[in-house]
């Protein structure tokens, strides 16, 4: 989703400026893809071979690399190595193929980085399995082990002893020509920097990031803040001169991102890595400050400068103005592990995430029990969740993708935030905030009916109103009803990148209980349409839904409408706030889709656009009053439940397999006995089969009911 976000900026950026783009990628499910955008889509493989033949018969006059990720950037080195550009005359736009070089070739990387002065961990690359184990045995175990030229930490971890060097090696050999041993530093905080530099070495930062986790989690697994939260401006600034000074001495032109490591205890750092292209750590920071980074960064590639880009959000600043946040970010990965039976659930510095969420906020505690709610998994806050936390409180030390639920019911449970922040790593400032959760928590259980104080001071700590039913023993509809009585409700926020320096007006909102007005109000005589995306990707939900709201969007324009478009996928082109419509980046959850739809009055919603998520609100839209445009609620609910399903199957005499539904497991195991195993248990409202099983006897029967 993230390279679709780049690369549809990429070529809208591409046609203002009057070239002709031809675009080669054969992901059918992509807004990249649709007719419309690029002159001429190919849909082949992002290879050397294909491309190639594309180039001999197009002779086109630039390349952009940097938009497609690790596969279009190692295509393009190829391409250059094989001599394909130079003899088609074609120039690469942007970074330069030897600052692109030098970035991913991880032996090249440090001795060029350590020449200039800068601190990289100690370290030396293998391309072979003797040089490795000779390698680490200079360093000293533990180490770091990368691989170059690879996507998302593929094939890393810290190696503790030669055996397990073996086999990693062998491993990551197979997939890459080389790979670095390095120190450890397993412990240091991760920060990263979005850094933007023009030919003119006009350079600026637009966001700053902080990992929760300690390095040694990718980040793309680790739950982070935006902007750092826990750094002095001495360490801030420090860092930010010194990613100048790296991404100047490389010469990048467009879009990076420079991460780095940093003692919590001294003042020493490491620069881990810098990626010369788009990522899914930009998509996150262009939605974050709402700096457009891919549509600058293409414009870049042409040869134009900041200082004479507009930001195309406010019109009142160049692109050369560092985007300034009266809020904050948090965003939290979204796993899949539960689908692969076995599969370890620990996570480390290789990625395993499938997506991730973006929640905005007024405080820490806000966005944080935000992003957990929009992770779907039936979560509705930090705390006060039903399921159980599938780790035990005694191994906080190893990180799963539960181990934020975890570490709440320890703070519960009397665990201090001195010994939390020793075991894991993570800096005492974030469990702090964590702790004051836990501690609101118990405080709305203990007041039974929170007054209006306590009831303010829980929504602005992120509290929902099904977290707050549960704690008090009442219902989601009675909480929602008393707080609007109360007018304990939240308000509409802007996203200016200028923190309201000077007046602006954008359509990229969100809402926070931090705040009594709303910046905006719904413009008069629009008749607007509730679109609601699909929030985090997953198995089975994924760009193909984004395109689906993209395209639905662009269609009630089309017929004179005003689309509104709530999703919390920072990932997406349908949280690009240059779409044309009014964005929330919001959760998506029946209480925030109430609250918007009170602010907006709509003339009806679009549930069938955002998958599996939007459907499953489609009797509390109903319930609600909610005007459901298409096919309408109880139909969508006849569909998704089985029982409604298959029962009208058998009333319109249409052959299905024999079916029961079961509310014990005497009845499934009598039904099983009469039909004969295998069968299939399959709950209702769910999404590419989750939690489906083939139980061929009494034993797997039982495991598919428990799950």
Not at 17 to 39: F, H, K, M, R, Y
Not at 75 to 83: I, S
Not at 119 to 142: C, F, M, N, T
Request: with cysteine; charged share 25%.
């Amino acid at each position: 989703g993230e390279f679709d976000y780049s690369g549809s900026q990429a070529i809208k950026a591409l046609k203002e400026e009057g070239v002709e783009v031809w675009l080669i990628n054969p992901n059918i499910a992509t807004i990249q893809t649709s007719p419309g955008l690029a002159d001429r889509i190919f849909l082949l493989p992002v290879e050397p071979d294909f491309v190639s033949r594309v180039i001999a018969q197009g002779k086109p006059d630039g390349i952009l690399l940097s938009f497609g990720g690790q596969t279009a950037l190692n295509c393009g080195l190829e391409l250059h190595r094989r001599g394909v550009l130079r003899r088609h005359r074609v120039r690469v736009l942007g970074s330069p193929v030897r600052a692109v070089e030098m970035t991913e070739d991880r032996q090249l990387f440090a001795t060029t980085l350590r020449r200039i002065g800068l601190e990289v961990p100690r370290s030396a690359a293998a391309r072979d399995l003797s040089s490795a184990l000779a390698i680490a045995r200079r360093i000293g175990y533990p180490v770091m082990m990368r691989t170059g030229f690879t996507l998302g930490g593929r094939g890393s971890g810290v190696v503790r002893n030669p055996a397990e060097l073996r086999q990693r090696a062998a491993e990551a050999f197979t997939t890459s020509p080389q790979i670095l041993i390095e120190e450890d530093l397993t412990g240091w905080k991760e920060v990263e920097y979005e850094v933007v530099r023009d030919a003119a070495d006009n350079c600026i930062t637009v966001c700053n990031m902080e990992n929760l986790d300690p390095l040694g989690i990718h980040t793309g697994e680790s739950i982070f803040v935006a902007p750092s939260q826990t750094l002095t401006d001495v360490e801030y600034f420090r860092l930010r001169d010194i990613a100048f000074k790296a991404i100047r001495h490389f010469g990048i032109v467009g879009e990076c991102n420079i991460q780095f490591a940093l003692d919590p205890l001294s003042d020493a750092y490491r620069i881990i890595e810098v990626n010369a292209r788009l990522s899914r750590s930009s998509a996150l920071a262009s939605k974050a400050t709402g700096y457009p980074l891919a549509r600058v960064a293409a414009k870049l590639a042409l040869g134009r400068l900041l200082p004479d880009l507009k930001n195309s959000m406010n019109d009142t600043t160049t692109a050369c103005f560092e985007p300034a946040l009266d809020y904050l970010v948090v965003k939290m990965p979204k796993w899949d592990l539960d689908k692969f039976q076995g599969a370890s659930h620990f996570i480390g510095s290789e990625m395993k995430s499938v997506g991730e969420v973006m929640a905005i906020g007024r405080t820490f505690e806000e966005a944080l029990q935000k992003g957990c709610r929009m992770l779907g998994d039936g979560i509705v806050g930090l705390v006060g969740n039903d399921f159980n936390i599938r780790q035990s409180l005694e191994d906080l030390s190893r990180p799963t993708p539960r181990r934020i639920f975890a570490l709440a019911e320890a703070l519960r449970r009397g665990r201090g935030v001195a010994e939390l922040a020793r075991r894991t790593g993570i800096d005492p400032w974030f469990l702090a905030k964590m702790a004051r959760i836990v501690a609101l928590r118990d405080e709305v259980a203990a007041s039974g009916a929170p007054a209006e104080a306590l009831l303010r001071r829980a929504k602005e700590a992120g509290f929902s109103d099904p977290q707050i039913a549960r704690l008090t023993g009442s219902t989601e509809e009675q909480v929602a009803a008393r707080r609007r009585r109360l007018g304990v409700v939240p308000a509409v926020k802007q996203i200016d990148t200028l923190a309201a320096e000077w007046p602006v007006r954008t359509n990229y909102l969100y809402m926070t209980y931090q705040g009594r007005e709303d910046d905006v109000a719904p413009r008069r005589g629009e008749e607007r349409v509730l679109i609601l995306g699909s929030g985090a990707y997953r198995i089975g939900s994924s760009v193909e839904f984004d395109w689906c709201c993209v395209s639905a969007a662009a269609a009630l324009r089309r017929l004179g409408y005003a689309p509104v478009v709530v999703n919390c996928n920072p990932e997406t082109v349908s949280t690009d706030y240059d779409m044309g419509h009014t964005l929330y980046f919001e959760e998506l959850t029946f209480e925030r889709i109430h609250d918007i739809w009170r602010k907006e009055k709509p003339l009806g919603i679009l549930l069938a656009f955002g998958g599996q998520v939007p459907n499953n609100h489609a009797l509390a839209c109903a319930r609600a009053g909610i005007r459901v445009f298409g096919t309408q609620p109880k139909d969508i609910d006849r569909a998704e439940d089985r029982h409604k399903f298959s029962t009208l199957l058998d009333e319109l005499g249409v052959a299905q397999p024999a079916w029961v539904e079961v509310t014990s497991r005497r009845e499934a195991r009598r039904f099983a006995a009469q039909v004969g195993y295998p069968v299939l248990v399959r709950p209702s409202y769910v999404l590419s089969g989750a939690a489906m099983r083939i139980a061929a006897d009494d034993r797997a029967l039982e495991a598919a009911l428990r799950s």
